[in-house]
């Protein structure tokens, strides 16, 4: 996160703070993992069934 070494308790992060907002970025959609390409006509369909 901010360049320095890393703590053994915290690692791979240099402390709790960096750990913390790393976190925050995946909680909040920052980082992402790319999945597989998503279907069109599954969509629909899935929002089809969300409005029941």
Known sequence: MCGKPAQ????PFC???CADIDLGR???GQY???G?????ENI?????NDER
């Open 26 to 28: 995946w909680f909040t």
């Open 32 to 34: 992402r993992v790319p």
């Open 8 to 11: 053994h308790a915290t690692r």
């Open 36 to 40: 597989p390409p998503v279907d069109e």
């Open 44 to 48: 629909q369909k899935n929002e089809r």
């Open 15 to 17: 402390s709790q703070r």
